[in-house]
């Protein structure tokens, strides 16, 4: 529940949908690296990345 108040406050527009809140936060886990399929590695954008 904590962890959805918080997205909320960043992301109002949550409140409208049905999204689920699947796993806690963590310092492990991310997102990026997690939809490419990589449970290995740790991807982070740089600066660089920015479009």
């Not at 959805?4 to 936060?25: C, F, G």
């Not at 290995?40 to 600066?47: I, N």
């Amino acid at each position: 529940m904590e962890e959805a108040i918080h997205l909320e406050l960043r992301y109002p527009n949550l409140a409208r949908t049905q999204y689920t809140v699947t796993s806690p936060r963590s310092q492990e886990y991310n997102c990026f690296a997690w939809v490419a399929g990589d449970r290995e590695r740790w991807w982070q954008p740089t600066p660089s990345d920015k479009i």
